[in-house]
């Protein structure tokens, strides 16, 4: 047995229906980690009189020796009793009301332990409405996963574990607190945040967690647009989106989260085409790299619009560029009732696709207005996916990359060697111009006047 484990299985014992305090012996919590304004928005409210604590996937990611994205906070304290402490700090939320603490451009968002029992529920077993507080452990009782259920003291550098979250962090174990079932209706995204934390952790799904899911996926549809828009995004920039999207076509989740999937996985090239864009998104979420919604969404309906650019194109002899455009109206107007796109995205995503023409056909003149545009850098990118699937030069991507990446110095150079490159090839030079014939009128004139 290794020494982590035999720390595990000492601390957990046999006892597995009390709380557990795991010291920083045992949970190696690296405090240079921890989010300064977390423990700030901690310490205020302990001299204040309150508890507080750590909460979530912060303290999961932490003893997994990983820097979270985000750090949340939970204490006794009510939202209107948080708010007044802070300068500034905003309550937020309808069906549980909690607090944005503000520090610059990071926010700490602290919620108050929420209570356990009967909740408004609509038909299907969704809570309405959970502004009822209550304790630390029953908030415990209503976190999802045992994995996200361990609250961290930043101040005595204590975890308080009440459902073996340690243990399955450590087994890499995803688990459902209480009946599975029943936590799903209560929450249908639960089921999308299974498979995320899976492809994230490279963990498994218990059995009893996993097996409700494809009965109850029909849930989904009841879950607001914008819910299902932020979480398959989540769950796409995990770190593993092929896995997650196996799970979701296996689990049938994809109808109400990736609807269009099937039609796009039908078409020619399709698949090598999203599996690459995939593959580099997983790479740059390792590198941690942002990854826009935007780019990511074009790259899904990609396959869609050049199916049916090609179909215009080739039965028509259409106007390449009107043909672009059409495609382009054609996609957005079908699939924007199918999915969840906010329409904030629409504007990049048609600039995206648009600006492909431009760079493949690669006309000088119109060089300075591709390169001032704000998604010159990702339509390069998205370039270089096509490139990589056969769909165009990849010369030309990897030139028109190398231009993204320049400096402006190298970047005139650059133009100016491809300017004087295409002047030299054959047939590119200018056709001298045909000098003009006196007119007659005018030789006749002269005549007569002389006459």
């Known amino acids: 047995m290794s020494s982590i484990s035999a720390k595990v299985a000492n601390f957990f014992g046999f006892n597995q229906s009390k709380l557990k305090k795991v010291p920083k ?39 997994l020796g990983q820097v979270p994205k985000d750090f949340d906070v939970t204490t006794d304290a009510t939202p209107l009793e948080i708010k007044p402490l802070f300068r500034r700090a905003l309550i937020i939320g309808k069906r549980f009301k ?29 809570i309405l409405s959970d502004n009822n507080y209550g304790t630390i452990e029953t908030d415990a009782e209503r976190r999802d996963f045992t994995i996200n259920a361990m609250y961290y003291d930043p101040i005595d550098e204590i975890v308080y574990d009440y459902h073996n979250g340690f243990r399955d962090i450590k087994n890499l174990q995803i688990r459902m607190i209480g009946e599975p079932e029943k936590r799903y209706r209560e929450d249908p995204v639960r089921m999308l945040r299974a498979i995320r934390f899976a492809g994230k952790l490279g963990a498994n799904i218990a059995t009893s967690t996993y097996e409700p899911i494809s009965r109850l996926s029909h849930l989904i549809s009841n879950v607001p647009d914008s819910r299902i828009f932020d979480e398959t995004f989540k769950l796409l920039t995990c770190g593993d989106s ?44 390792r590198l941690n790299k942002s990854i826009n919604p935007s780019y990511l969404y074009a790259a899904i309906l990609w396959p869609l619009v050049k199916s049916h650019f090609d179909t215009l194109t080739k039965e028509n002899k259409q106007n390449m560029f009107f043909a672009l455009q059409e495609s382009i109206s054609e996609v957005l107007e079908e699939q924007l009732s199918k999915l969840q796109i906010q329409k904030r995205h629409l504007g990049p995503i048609r600039e995206i696709w648009i600006m492909q023409y431009r760079l493949d056909n690669q006309k000088p003149k119109s060089f300075k207005g591709v390169m001032s545009s704000p998604y010159f850098r990702a339509a390069c990118e998205f370039m270089q996916l096509r490139a990589a699937s056969n769909q165009t030069d990849s010369v030309k991507a990897q030139w028109w990359m190398d231009l993204a990446n320049a400096s402006q110095e190298e970047q005139k150079s650059m133009i100016d060697k ?15 111009r045909r000098r003009k014939k006196k007119s007659n009128v005018i030789i006749v004139t002269e005549n007569l006047q002389s006459a």
């Open 25 to 63: 012996s045992v949970h190696g919590i690296d405090r240079r980690l921890v989010s300064r304004n977390a423990i700030k928005v901690c310490e205020v409210l302990r001299s204040h009189g309150h508890t507080a604590f750590i909460v979530g996937g912060a303290v999961r990611d932490l003893m």
């Open 98 to 126: 909690l607090v944005h603490v503000m520090f610059g451009p990071e926010i700490i968002e602290t919620s108050t332990f929420r209570a356990s029992g009967e909740l408004p529920e609509d038909s299907d077993g969704r």
């Open 242 to 285: 092929l896995y997650c999207i196996r799970e979701l076509r296996k689990l049938k989740l994809d109808k109400g989260t990736l609807p269009l999937l099937d039609k796009v996985l039908a078409l020619e090239n399709s698949e090598k085409f999203l599996q690459i864009a995939f593959e580099r998104t997983d790479q740059r979420v």
């Open 418 to 432: 491809f300017i004087q490159s295409t002047r030299n090839q054959p047939g590119s030079g200018r056709k001298p």
